[in-house]
């Protein structure tokens, strides 16, 4: 471990973001005291208020009171985690920076290891769950769907069951800080960087207060936000599907130009074309909605709008 260097040096930096997280805050911040003290490094805690509407304001103001190694920004509303996760990066001063969720689920406990980790030369030290106690079944699946599908439609490949819970060294927090897309997906773009990485398996616990931030339609957004912004698998999907109902039609004319032949009187068909109708107009409608969800990312991004708006910012006093 590193002593103390130069009086205003941060060695490390940990990343919180907070939504509504009132009730958990306290616990959770002499939770990581307890943790960091004994390790006699100069730290910082950067707490992100994504706009919260409970008194998660007040109570890191007064924790601040108390404790100058807490950074506090507050944004203007709320951005959403990834927007809070991408402000950390920017405002966070240490050599390194493990991002953390203020609810507990990601042990504090686990913190030694990761900096030993980083010390033995890992760029990223990635929290692998082993196990997710908890947690619904369906949440458990379609997690697991998800990464699976990611993995086979894009280039990339995002470690499964490797949250958000990890420790970037200070060269990935500047690469992390270059990329300025909109559409902020950060477990692919942790993937993305490459550098050096580490997996540390863990198991991960219940909430230890508060209620969970990701409805279930929230998490679908998040996951589709994640496959159109590291695949362009959707796409090429409306051609083949275009292709083979092409095909699809073209050998049932043909059955039909010949039962026409064979039974010439028969005047039928009608229920056959109204179906054809429908499944292509369906399939026309679906592509174009793809085609329309890519389009509304480029949108997004040219407009060049930034990722949150911080409306105050206390840096660490040391
Ligand atoms: N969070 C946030 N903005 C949001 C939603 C969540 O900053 O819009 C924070 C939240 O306060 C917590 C972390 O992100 O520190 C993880 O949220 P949560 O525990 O609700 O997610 P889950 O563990 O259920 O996936
Ligand atoms: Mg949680």
Known sequence: MTTLTAPNHIDLSIIVPVFNEEAVLPIFHSKIISILQPLNLNYEIVYVNDGSHDHTEVVILGLKQ?????????????????????AGFKLCRGD???????????PPELIPAMIQAWRDGADIVNMKRSERFGEPMWKKATASMFYHLLGKISDIEIPHNVGDFRLFSRRTIEALNQLSERGRFMKGLYAWLGFPQATIEYERDPR????????????????WQGITAFSTAPLQMATWLGLSSAGGAFVYASYFLIKSVVYPDIVQGFPTLIVVILFLGGLQLFCIGILGEYIARIYTEVKQRPVYLIEAFHPAQH
Do not use: C
């Not at 404790?67 to 991408?86: C, D, L, Q, V, W």
């Open 208 to 223: 230890a207060a508060g209620n969970t931030k990701w409805p279930f339609f929230k998490l679908v957004g998040l996951a």
């Open 66 to 86: 108390r404790h100058p190694e807490i950074a506090y920004a507050k944004f203007s509303r709320n951005f959403g985690k990834e927007a809070a996760m991408t």
């Open 96 to 106: 390194a920076a493990i991002m953390i969720d203020v609810d507990l689920q990601d």
